[in-house]
């Protein structure tokens, strides 16, 4: 379209730099001098099929995540270039059938709620992740060691099963839907593994300090497995506390939930379990280890952000762009 209508709609629709619009028309197709313009102006008219698929490349080198809308099959280059594609009902059927999203109704005024959805189910996912991961990482060190020093493992299933129950699905569970809508920043799996891998570690040192004090203070391997056990919990259920920050009414009351059905649990059901009721004296040594594996998590958790491909990205990092 001529620039002044562009630049009229531009201003319409709320865009601040509505008025830093540029006429395609006399501008050749060199990548260089697109990046250059792409970063001055903010409309463009008179935009050619390899000129869209040029700018959206232009600001995908730039950090920004590029979404494209579209009708024609002059926009397909670029629909298909952009991070997120996005056609109308109205547009031309080759243009629905490669796009990732579809405008039923053609309003625009739907994509706010489709960016917060998206934004809803990709935190929320993260969050319960960095969860979940924490069993897959502390079972993995714990086979590998126990091989490594000729040791039995020391859970039996039906007991992973009451903490994936009580602290890892029922958590998770209830709060999968809440709203969500802060800015996605960082990578999936870094940040996944920046949560969990310090609790892992932690259960993996109240594993090594129960095997290494069980003969300097008599302990039955019985009594060390419900140590041990005791200590995962803890350390789950701090995990879980932490992601669900900040907290509100429900995240506070599926916490105290969480807490006391899992108490309640091993009180009825200690024998099903195989879970040895401990002394007083076990129980003081217990919460000793278990506050240790605490400051263990905590520390790893200062030190995280200095490892290399750990470290979270800052709000700026990655900024969305619409073009």
Known sequence: DHITAVSAIARQAGLHNWNACLDMSGIGDDPFVIEQLAEQYAVFSRVTPLQKKLLVQALQKKGHAVAMSGDGVNDMLALKEADCSIAIAQ?????????????????????????????????????????FFIKTIYSILLSVLCI???????????QITLIDLAIEAFPSFLTMLEPDHRKVNGDFLSTVLRNALPNAIAIVYSFLAIEFMSDGFSIRYDEAVTMMYVCVAVI???AVYHSSRPLNRLRTLICICMTAGFILAILLFHN???????SFRLLILTAILALSAILVRQILMLLL??????????NNARQHSLS
């Open 305 to 314: 952000p200095w490892i290399p491909g750990l470290r979270p990205q800052p």
């Open 148 to 158: 490594v020093m000729n040791l039995p493992f020391p859970f039996i299933p039906i």
């Open 272 to 278: 099903l379990l195989h879970i040895t009721l401990l």
């Open 236 to 238: 789950s259920m701090l």
């Open 91 to 131: 547009g031309s059927d080759a243009v629905k059938q490669m796009s990732q999203i579809v405008l039923l109704d053609s309003d625009f005024s739907a994509l706010p709620m489709i960016l917060k959805e998206g934004r809803r189910v990709v935190n929320n996912a993260t969050r319960v992740a960095g969860v």
